[in-house]
């Protein structure tokens, strides 16, 4: 055997350990520089996902200003409300100052009725700074929301006055001045010879077997306090008697002798609807001191608003300012009406809870509340428009249904401070619907539905039913008018023709008179 192949390596004992310390060494450094990788891997995700805001937004009103910050993740605030001057100091933890924010000093308008101005900046390391200018003492409420619908988490601060706005006084002043301005034609009236005729639902001329005109002629000049005699108008047709005018007049003289006094309401249900009798004829409502003559109120209620946009079209076209407008015209021809008067539940686009908007309804003692829509179905196929009152018991379809339901989310889209809210008092306040009110409601919203079928399809026949948290004011009746399909594409396109939307405030507003001509309303104890 060859001596090579009986020599074997050969490695002392020293070498041996030295060996096997070095590869425990790099065992150790091959761990810790995994550990320091793992370490970067998991703080970069972490780094990324630190909180971010997505969008500020402001929705000025007077009834109060709403500044929403929304963001990826739920935001920690402190907030403190310091005097002279007034202002509010917002520090917003676990932010740095970004586009976003800073953009929210240019989205306060000059006329805000709340905010004079807003500052923000880098107060510390990951505390941002928001202080708000007051133009005067304010009541904040500020809450967070959780993700809802195409909104991530968002913080609110609602800034309402100390004063709170009264729709009553409101109305009242309003009043005031439409008064004067009646006084200023009844002066012109005395002073020229009579102007022609005039109708009250739009270009159109009514049709002869509508008593609305005559009731508003007749009740226009009991507004007045007319005694003058004058010659009795011709009626436009042959009629049985008594003869109809054919169209209401501003105030003018017109003998009245001995109307009939309005008949209380027995709850029997009974009425000329239809507007085929000629026998409606009756006393203005009037109040116990001195006579003074009640006008009628109609609480006008435009969907949706600020946070919450109602349906969007495939075009873009928001709900919430749709109802918006129609909502302004009606109010307009409803005011231009002598014996009527309208208030409004939201004037601007700002959110009004559903509470509220029955809240104030009956604040100002309304005889009447419209609803105003444009909704969306679940497919563009969809179309027509609709006329809803309240259901005690169900809903009258599966649409009517799932509207409602959609309706009633309105709340939770806007977003509402639910630890103000009474809760007790709200459950009460939608417990006490009565059957009188949604059989008056039905009865309303039949005269209503009838117009707007003259100038849309309608979707369905005869007015709908279904739990609508707004139409719950215990002691008015109360309609929601869908005034078409928002999702449709062609009833988008309809919506947004300026000539439509007046359109169908005149169908409402030709509804509201035929209800009252067939339906006098009770005397009240509320004055002018």
């Known amino acids: 055997m060859s001596r090579k192949m009986l020599i074997k390596p050969f490695r002392s004992i020293e070498s041996a350990a030295t060996a096997t310390h070095n590869w425990r060494r790099r065992q150790i450094l091959k761990a810790g520089a995994s550990t320091l990788v793992l370490g970067l891997t998991v703080t970069a995700p972490r780094l990324a996902w630190a909180t971010s805001v997505i969008g500020v937004r402001v929705w000025p009103a007077r009834d109060y200003t709403r500044v929403t910050i929304e963001s990826d993740q739920p935001l920690q605030n402190t907030q403190q409300l310091l005097q002279g001057p007034d202002r509010l100091v ?18 306060i308008t000059p006329n805000d009725p709340q905010i004079q101005a807003v500052r923000v900046g880098q107060y510390q390391p990951n505390v941002v700074r928001m202080v708000f200018d007051l133009k005067g003492a304010v009541k904040p409420q500020v809450f967070n929301l959780q993700p809802v619908g195409s909104y991530k988490y968002r913080l609110v601060f609602d800034l309402y006055p100390a004063v709170a706005p009264d729709p009553l006084m409101d109305l009242l ?25 005039s109708t009250l639902a739009g270009p159109n001329n009514p049709p002869a077997h509508d008593n609305s005109d005559a009731f508003f002629e007749r009740y226009a000049q009991n507004d007045v306090g007319s005694t003058a005699p004058s010659t009795p108008s011709t009626p436009s047709s042959p009629r049985p008697t008594p003869p109809v005018p054919p169209a209401a007049v501003l105030p003018r003289p017109k003998p009245a002798p001995k109307p009939p006094v309005i008949a209380q309401d027995n709850g029997s249900g009974s009425d000329n609807s239809g507007g085929q009798d000629d026998n409606y004829g009756f006393t203005t409502p009037k109040s116990s001191k001195g006579g003074t003559t009640r006008l009628l109120t109609v609480a006008i209620d435009p969907g949706h ?10 075009a873009g076209t928001y709900e919430k300012h749709i109802a918006l407008d129609i909502a302004k015209k009606l109010r307009m021809k409803i005011d231009a009406q002598p014996n009527m008067r309208a208030m409004m539940t939201r004037d601007a686009d700002f959110f009004v809870p559903l509470n509220v908007r029955v809240q104030k309804a009956r604040r100002v003692g309304a005889d009447l509340f419209v609803s105003i829509h444009a909704d969306a179905f679940t497919t563009p196929e969809a179309r027509g428009s609709s006329v809803f009152a309240l259901s005690e018991h169900g809903a009258s379809s599966a649409a009517a249904r799932w509207m409602a339901t959609k309706e009633n989310s309105s709340d939770q889209i806007g977003g509402i401070n639910v630890k103000t809210a009474d809760a007790s008092v709200n459950r009460a306040l939608f417990d006490m619907s009565t059957t009188a009110q949604i059989r008056d409601s039905l009865r309303y919203g039949g005269f209503v539905l009838n117009e707007v079928g003259g100038i849309n399809k309608l979707h369905k026949g005869s007015v709908e039913q279904a739990g609508f948290a707004v139409l719950k004011a215990p002691d008015i009746p109360s309609i929601l008018v869908e005034t078409a399909f928002i999702s449709n594409p062609e009833e988008e396109q309809k919506l947004n023709d300026n000539a439509y939307r007046d359109k169908m405030a005149n169908a409402i507003l030709k509804g509201i008179t035929r209800y009252f001509a067939a339906n006098p309303p009770l005397a009240k104890g509320r004055m002018t």
């Not at 439409?178 to 002066?187: I, N, S, Y």
């Not at 608003?305 to 495939?314: C, Y």
């Open 305 to 314: 608003g600020g946070e919450d946009p109602g349906a969007i079209g495939s």
């Open 173 to 197: 002043a309003q009043t005031e001045r439409k008064q004067q301005q009646l006084d200023a034609r009844e002066a012109m009236r005395d002073s020229t010879p009579p102007a022609p005729p």
């Open 90 to 107: 917002v520090d917003l933890n676990g932010l740095d100052l970004d586009d976003a924010l800073k953009n929210l000093v240019s989205k």
